[in-house]
């Protein structure tokens, strides 16, 4: 099994491009089924997660290739509308494949999806959303069959704005006769990113970023060449890498837009921050302080998908931080590799407790999910002597080259075979 080695205590300098976001592509990849040509999605991430997704195209009878940063999705000879349990384990994403299939078919088989373990992560709020379109789903021994029964737009409310959700029930207006309004969605860009695509493939969506979005269904689409927006968690990533090991980089392919809670964040711990249309520089010069309480929420909140990596880069700093975790139940599983590296993180219930402890030490720590592994690289840079961080297939699933990425910054990293 492989692992990173990182030399922590390097300060890192530079310039990095960040690359596509895989919250963005994922649902994308899915959506390309409703479009009966070729699309090409340029900036586009090498991910474990978008090679499975990929593989998802393939066995439904799309061609799926890689071209450089793009791919090339042809749905015109979709033939089947069944993914097999082994494929809807690799990741959760896979579950929109459900509405888009619904879409563009009528009908999915599949099971329930697999994903990062951060406790129970129901579809309930999908399967009410589609049913309440006129779906019939029956549940079946971890099996789902759905059919189009009678679709209808109509106006459906989520009773919690569920990213994933939002996007299933867009996906499946998409195919849907008449006007579909869905109360009550999710605001992350990635799903204005969707739309995005989906309007320049023809589709009638309006509203992403909003509370409400509005579908009129049935627009015959075409192809479309789209880029997929900066990975914002990524960027998150590598800024508190450089919080914690100290330095300036300037991350490029990124709207600071999309990353206002945690640069708020970032600042009040000590960072010097500029940003520019598509651009965010950060400096940080001394040790991270502590700050006011960091509770994570639906979006514009702070992302959840970030709370581990600052919580690694606080805790090599001085001072106390509250966390508090409002979107998964068991979003703490880094927090026992962290204190194998010194650090000092009380968990009760939701909230954690993080006493800054001057500078985390070296040690061998495993990735207990994607973005607890990325905490474990950020906490690794910053540690005086050497980390060992296994179980990178977690890490790949989210970062394309971060041991590259970070290297060419000047972090001592390197991939131990
Ligand atoms: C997405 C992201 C994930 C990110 C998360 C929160 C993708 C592929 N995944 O996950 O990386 O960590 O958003 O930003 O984009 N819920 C229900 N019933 C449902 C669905 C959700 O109760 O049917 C609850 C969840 O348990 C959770 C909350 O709603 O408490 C939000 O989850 P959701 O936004 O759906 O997250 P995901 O789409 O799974």
């Excluded at 390097?10 to 040509?37: F, Q």
């Excluded at 799926?64 to 097999?84: M, Q, Y």
């Excluded at 309004?181 to 309007?199: H, S, Y």
Aim: net charge negative; with cysteine; aromatic share 4%.
């Amino acid at each position: 099994m492989s692992y990173y080695e990182i030399q922590g205590g390097r300060p890192l300098y530079g310039t990095l491009a960040v690359h596509g976001a895989k919250n963005s592509v994922l649902p994308i990849l899915a959506a390309c089924l409703l479009v009966p040509g070729q699309c090409v999605l340029h900036n586009c991430p090498d991910l474990s997660d978008v090679s499975a997704t990929l593989d998802i195209l393939r066995l439904l009878g799309c061609r799926a290739d890689r071209e450089g940063d793009a791919v090339v999705i042809d749905a015109s000879s979709l033939t089947r509308w069944n993914i097999p349990e082994h494929l809807m384990r690799e990741m959760r994403s896979s579950v929109t494949f459900l509405g888009a299939l619904l879409a563009r078919l009528g009908e999915a088989e599949l099971s329930y999806p697999g994903g990062c373990e951060l406790g129970p992560r129901p579809i309930d709020l999908h399967l009410a959303a589609l049913r309440a379109l006129g779906a019939e789903i029956l549940e079946e021994q971890g099996a789902l069959v759905c059919r189009r029964g009678t679709l209808r737009g109509r106006e459906i409310c989520l009773a919690v704005p569920s990213v994933g959700a939002t996007e299933n029930a867009v996906l499946a207006a998409c195919g849907c006769p008449g006007v579909t309004t869905i109360v009550g969605v999710a605001r992350e860009p990635e799903i204005a990113d969707l739309q995005g695509f989906l309007q320049a493939a023809g589709a009638r969506v309006t509203g992403a970023g909003t509370s409400t979005i509005e579908v009129e269904g049935c627009a015959e689409l075409h192809p479309v060449e789209y880029r997929v927006m900066g990975d914002r968690i990524a960027a998150a990533t590598y800024l508190c890498g450089c919080a914690a090991a100290g330095g300036e980089v300037s991350l490029t392919g990124v709207s600071p837009d999309t990353l206002t809670a945690v640069l708020t964040c970032l600042e009040e711990a000590g960072c010097a921050l500029h940003t520019g249309p598509d651009q965010i520089v950060l400096a940080s010069r001394a040790l991270l302080r502590g700050i006011s309480p960091v509770r994570t929420a639906p979006y514009p909140g702070f992302p959840t998908d970030a709370q581990a990596i600052l919580m690694a880069a606080l805790a090599g700093g001085e001072g106390a931080t509250l966390f508090e975790e409002n979107i998964f139940d068991s979003r703490y599983r880094h927090v026992d590799e962290l204190r194998r590296m010194g650090a000092d993180i009380q968990v009760a219930g939701r909230a954690a407790m993080v006493s800054g402890v001057g500078r985390l030490h070296g040690a061998a720590v495993r990735s207990t999910d994607l973005r607890g592994g990325a905490a474990l690289v950020v906490a690794g840079l910053g540690a005086e002597g050497v980390t060992q961080v296994g179980e990178l297939r977690h890490i790949r699933r989210g970062y394309q080259a971060l041991d590259k990425n970070l290297s060419a910054l000047g972090a001592d990293i390197r991939e131990i075979p």
